[in-house]
């Protein structure tokens, strides 16, 4: 049975919440929802699961560190023992002090640059992509969500979404 | 709407009894006890490790209370609204405070009468260069004349008094304006409490830093650090914070405060992850600054808590304690919901912030005749009792949920 996508426009975000959590109840799936701003707590409403951006952040950071750590030892330890306030420097544990803000830094740095490139390739936000928006009034002052549905539900879905104060219901 | 009104029931009673009973007898035995050690001849000793621990107590203590009506001033200042539902916790815990002082202020008290020699610079005698018969005098410290203005008695204990004073009538004016927000309603008073929050706010800015330049740093009277206010500010917070975490729990587990859920907990809990690391960046930046340009004037601190005296281990352990664990335990979502995880890692974020406190105090007094035994922890559990007890009173005097608050309904529905 072929797949029908249900796009219904809101004018505001509070009928939509309403209208999803209404679907919800009755075990219809919400696809997506396009809004003009974040709205707080749509996320668990139409089931979209945890972001796993945290366990990213964490491997990167890591990555940053180790990465700081190696460049300083190599270049401050290893290459050219550096006299760091006249104290002895051959070793890096007995230097720590003096490495600690660029070791922040470079987990920071890898850390920020990680999450923000992981977000736009898992989004597919890359220069030239096409726009996946299905309706531009969404980044305007519109809320537009979208339900897949078959041919059977199609008619007491769309009842739901318009009693719930859906503007405009089309089929895709 | 139940159980608005705690009772402070005879168990939990007699449980704060029975540690200021250890705490009494530790400061009675302590004092009887504490003998010079070798070396150290009886005139000279002023029994320093029994006044040490209490200025330790005193101080720890005293801070908490202070930095939870800072909190509480923050909260008005900024016109916080989830941490309205967990509004009297800290509310109570702030009214520790005129006792703290109290305290602080007797030891104080005694440094000046001599009973005590913890602060050197209390000694009249180092600033006489030379003596009646024209000879110079031995005990003459041109480092600490140097800083004779800003020690002399007068000034210091004007000082020490307004800062007190100046405390207290703020928390007590927090406190009585949000019991009659409760009877009264409306918004002028929360709007008064803006403004008073916003005036306590800048005077607390100020004073934080020279109340622990009067009474902690000038124990090493000829060191000095222009991050150490800072830095002693930030340890008090997170024991605050970390007191304002356990009591919430305390009672969230016995019943209370049902409005408050994990998303009230969760925000605590972030304050907790969010102060360790302003005090961890503060120790870091005071230490690594000294370190590097390894100044004697200045590193002097340091080889006194590293090499010196032995506090190497302690310093260390110190340093891990409040830093590195709550920063791994304390660093995901699920972590900071957690009844156990939070009870636990507040346990030892505490502990540490008093082992810090320990740390800035013993090395400049006891130097290397310093123990962690029975007078110690005895003393700081009669402490805990004291504290306790005022806290619990506090919370059985008024509902646990403040009524007619603007921000009293958003903070119920708070979401993270």
Redesign the interface.
Known sequence: MSKIAIHAIYDDEEPLMETAKELRTKGIKVKEVFSPFPI??IDALIGVPRTRI?ICA?IYGITGMSLGTLMMWYMNIHDWPTD????PSFAYYMNV??F??ITFECTVFCAAHGMVITHFLRSWLIPGAKAKNPDPRTTDDKFLMIVETNEQDKNSIETLLKNGGATEISFK | MNNLNYIFTKKTKNITFGLMAIGIISIVAGFITDHAPEGVSHDDYHKTRFWANLLVNGWFFMGIALLATFFMAVQYAAEVAWSVAVKRVYEAISSFLPIGALIMFLILLAGQFHLHHLYHWMDPEIYVKTLADGTPNPKYDAVITGKGAYFTPWFFWLRAIVYMVVWIIFQKGFIKRSIEQDLIGGTAIHYKNISKAAVFLVFFAVTSSTSAWDWMMSIDTHWFSTMYGWYAFAGNWISAMVVIMLMVLFLKRNGYLEQVNENHIHDIGKWMFAVSFLWSYLWFCQFMLIWYTNIPEEIIYFQDRLHNYGYMGLMWTVFFMNFAFPMIMLMSRDSKRNYFFLLSVGLIILVGHWLDVFMMVMPGTVHGNWHLGWLEIGMALGFVGLMLYVIHSALAKSPLMVKNHPYLEESIHHHV
């Open positions: 707080h707590g945290a964490f760091i306030g006249g104290k002090p003096a600690i803000p």
